[in-house]
Structures are given as structure tokens and as C-alpha cells.
């Protein structure tokens, strides 16, 4: 999966990209999204050059930088020195790690966002995390969007490190769309408990799009219980 050198329009109404950029030996997937007062950006992408930042500016001011969880810190801090009237939110869990890895300071849990993000934008803290995690959700004309950054991986190929290779064939987490069942065993406090959430989320509200940070897009729109059934299978018993 090449990293590409712009950002990719998914919707329209509202305005929605993604940008996918090289990250600690593997390949992550930013979100921007315009919230009607400026635009948010989540997991900003890191080692970037000036087009990713004016291909955003040209557009709408960058109102919000989300950290995501405690860990998809790297593009906050030249992305705060790029827009420094920008806010920056992570969740709760996450706020003290966020702060030290980016050295920016001022950072914001995520519920403090509501009023830039408005109806058709949702920062969602995910329950039974340790580390923190955020799943959002984006309303627009075309469907809805959900954006999910260390829980659900669809990496089309299993990773070149040796280590983690083996690791993520081990647990079931590579190829494909899968569950990340690596990354929980330390993030998770309860992962039958969140694995039922997310089922039961996936069911009330499916998405027309899955977009995880780690892997491509999913289009739903066929298979629109797919991600509620990948939730609800048989947990294994290390998920326990």
C-alpha cells in the first residue's frame, strides 16, 4: 500500500478526505472533515510536505486536531505549529501521553470539541479503554462515515517485519478486515465487553464507510451488516 502525496476527497457534504503517510515503519490514514466552522483534522499525518498543509488551508481554516489515542501523536505538533489558532483534543485516557510525546500543550478531551464538531460530526470515546481510543463519525449526504484508528485493521497483506508478521497471522488480525487483537490485549480492560459495544454500536448506526487508520476503506454499502458481524463472532478465548 503506497502512502499517497494528497489528500483523497471521500464525500462531499460535508467535505471529507483522507491521507494516507508512512508512520513507524507502516502506513497510517489521516481524516480531514470541514465541521462548517473550519475544518478538523484527525491522526494529522506526519513527515508531510507544505502541499498537505495547503491543500487543507486553501480550503477552510484547521479549527481541530484530534490525537485519536495515546499513541497516533506524531503530526501534532508541526500541524499545531502550522495552524497554532487550531484546538487539540485526545481522549481523557490519553491526555497525559499526548502531552509529553507532542510537547504541545493546552490539549483538550475530546468532549470539549462539541461545540466546533456540531450534529453532523461525532468524537465518541470508546469504553473499556485503558490508553483511550476514539471512533468518529461523520453524517453526511452520501452516508455515514465511521473512522476507527487502532481497533479494526483491513491491511491487505500481512506486515513485512518478521515479528509482527508472525504476531498478527498468530492472533487473526492480518490479512483482510479484521478485529485488531494485538493492540487491546494491553489498550483494553474488558475486549468481550467492548467487542459486544461495538457489535450493538455497528447494529443501531452501521456505516456506508469504514475508514481505519491502519489499511484501506471499506465500502458497505452492500454488506451493510459486515461490521456487526465482526464484532459479534465467537470471541477467542485470549480475548477473555
Given amino acids: 500500500m503506497a502512502t499517497q502525496k ?7 457534504d460535508p467535505w471529507t478526505a483522507t491521507f494516507e503517510y508512512s508512520s513507524g515503519g507502516g502506513t497510517a490514514t489521516a481524516l480531514a472533515v470541514d465541521a462548517g466552522g473550519g475544518l478538523l483534522v484527525a491522526s494529522p499525518p506526519c513527515r508531510v ?3 498537505a498543509f495547503e491543500a487543507l488551508a486553501s480550503r477552510a481554516p484547521v479549527r481541530a486536531l484530534v490525537a485519536t489515542n495515546a499513541y497516533h501523536t506524531l503530526g501534532i505538533a ?3 505549529a502550522r495552524f497554532p489558532e487550531a484546538g487539540v483534543f485526545a481522549p481523557p485516557q490519553s ?4 502531552t509529553k510525546v507532542s510537547r504541545v500543550g493546552g490539549i483538550r478531551p475530546l468532549s470539549e470539541a462539541a461545540a466546533f464538531t456540531g450534529e ?5 470515546e470508546l469504553p473499556y479503554f485503558r490508553t483511550g481510543e476514539t ?11 465511521w473512522y476507527v484508528t487502532d481497533i479494526v485493521l483491513n491491511l491487505p497483506q500481512l506486515p513485512a517485519h518478521p515479528v509482527f508478521g508472525a504476531l498478527f497471522k498468530l492472533t487473526g488480525s492480518a490479512p483482510g478486515l479484521r478485529i485488531n487483537r494485538v493492540g487491546p490485549l494491553f489498550m483494553v480492560r474488558n475486549r468481550l465487553a467492548l467487542w459486544a459495544w461495538l457489535a450493538a454500536e455497528a447494529r443501531r448506526d452501521a456505516p456506508r464507510w469504514l475508514v481505519p487508520a491502519h489499511g484501506d476503506r471499506v465500502d458497505l454499502a452492500d454488506t451493510p451488516t459486515r461490521l456487526e458481524e465482526l464484532f ?6 485470549s480475548d477473555k
Fill in 6 to 12: 494528497s489528500w483523497v476527497p471521500l464525500t462531499t
Fill in 49 to 51: 510536505g507544505d502541499d
Fill in 78 to 80: 508541526p500541524w499545531k
Fill in 95 to 98: 491526555l497525559q501521553r499526548v
Fill in 120 to 124: 453532523r460530526v461525532a468524537l465518541i
Fill in 135 to 145: 471512533l468518529i463519525k461523520v453524517r453526511t449526504a452520501e452516508g455515514l462515515i
Fill in 232 to 237: 459479534a463472532q465467537i470471541p477467542r478465548r
